[in-house]
């Protein structure tokens, strides 16, 4: 993990290999943001015509290396593009900062350490460069030897130096301190996301979980195949039927306080999903390693709520399973009976995301938390609406939709609230089950939505993530946001349990 330091040196004098500046578009060109007028002063006032004559504009993404001038320390200059300057004393913006940072990160991959000198006002600031940087720097190179000719497989940055945060106030030691855990847990959450199913299997992942537990005082509890039958969890074992490498379901529990409200937290872990005997069509499985992307986003989630000492019980239940085509194997056609006792008529063997969902969420809903999220990658209907880089929300409690939808916001984290359309529930009745596990077609995020909503015990809150979209990334990084696992949702749900723990959510 890049380290992380809050430096009172100034930028003219700290030594590192790099010192990071960042430039806005401004009304006339780009405009050198604060927090580097020690650098600008390196040279001559100009720093911002020269890089207007390299074609810098300060547009977001922008990443521009010059040699240092006599005066500077570090021997390199990275500017970094922040979008549209502000108004006289505006703030660039938590996400503009995030982004920055990120980018920052990722083209200085192999240096040792790099300051950064982007514009810093207050605690938040701190907080968002701290964590783009830390999270812009994230590598995934357990598989690989070293770097190739191209550059691959480079070390990440190792420090990251922040000029202009405060080390000796509260608030700002607070914040980094926050976001170096956060980002942590968050890089943890892409390593699972991009480790190969061949070596993270359900038994694998719930080891995982069990060493984390043990490292950070959480509770867990892992159910084996052997549990599982005797517990009637008829959709985990359904779904994980097919494969020698039996399912899991895994719960873990952060315990604040009895007197503490509880949010659960349920996330879909697909550690390699197939379709089943409903086989995707070639070129829908090289990335399937990835389809456990909502487990991974709880398991995160969790931890960092421990490691932060979030007032609020947070309980992770990951519903563990690999789908395999095999003469075992749940095929089309087949009555599974889920943990609550109502039966599934299986349409789609693809669609076993929702399958495994509901055996946790009723298992979930037997503890009666005052909320209960689930986050999956479970539907390709979800990506055609909100594209790669969004995620959608539903509930059965508008306020809480909303809240979500703005505590994403918040944090940086594209979402969009979706309705659950009543009609659309007729379409999974079933001649043969109490329900089955594939609707109309169109609108099919929506109807996933809805047979989820029939595992959520009566009078409980709940919220549906369906990641989709942005859980894996697989074009060119940007920002802070790598190639591959990215992490998505995490930052959503610690801010959630932040509000719930502080009574800001009703």
Known sequence: MTALTLSTAGAATLRADAIVVGVAKGAKGPVVAPGAEAVDKAFDGKLASVLETLGA?????????????????????????????????????????????????????????AAFALPISDAADTSAIAEGALLGAYAFTAYQGGADAKGNGKAALAEVALLGAKPRDKAHKAAAERAAALAEEINRARDLINTPPNDLTPEAFAAVASAAGKEHGLKVQILDEKALVKGGFGGILG??????NPPRLVKLTYTHSRDAKTLALVGKGITYDSGGISLKPAGHNETMKCDMSGAAAVF?????????????????????????????????GDVLRMYSGKTVEVLNTDAEGRLVLGDALWKASE?????????????????????????????????????????????GEQSWPMPLPAELRKGMDSPTADIANMGER?????????????????????????????????????????????????RTLVKLAERMGAGDLG
């Open 57 to 113: 504009a300060g547009a977001e993404g922008e990443a521009i290396k010059l040699p240092s001038p006599a005066g500077l320390k570090a021997p390199v200059v990275l500017a970094v593009g922040l979008g549209a300057a502000p108004e006289k004393n505006g703030s660039y913006g938590a996400e503009a900062l995030r982004r920055a940072a990120g980018t920052a990160a990722r083209v200085l991959a192999g240096s040792k350490k």
């Open 239 to 244: 779904v994980g039927q097919g494969s020698t």
């Open 300 to 332: 995160a989630a969790v931890v960092a709520a421990a490691r932060l000492g979030l007032p609020v019980n947070v309980t992770g239940w990951l519903a563990l399973a690999e789908n395999m085509p095999s003469g075992t194997a749940t095929r089309p």
């Open 367 to 411: 503890e009666k938390p005052d909320a209960i999220v689930d986050v999956a990658t479970l539907t390709g209907a979800m990506v055609l609406a909100l594209g790669n880089r969004t995620f959608g929300i539903m509930a059965n409690d508008d306020a809480f939709r909303t809240a979500i939808h703005e505590i994403a916001d918040e944090v």
């Open 442 to 490: 169109m609108g099919g995020g929506l109807v996933a939505g809805l047979f989820l909503q029939e595992f959520v015990g009566e009078g409980i809150t709940w919220a549906h993530l369906d990641i989709a979209g942005p859980a894996f990334h697989e074009g060119a990084p940007y920002g802070y946001t790598p190639k591959g696992g990215t992490g998505s949702s995490v």
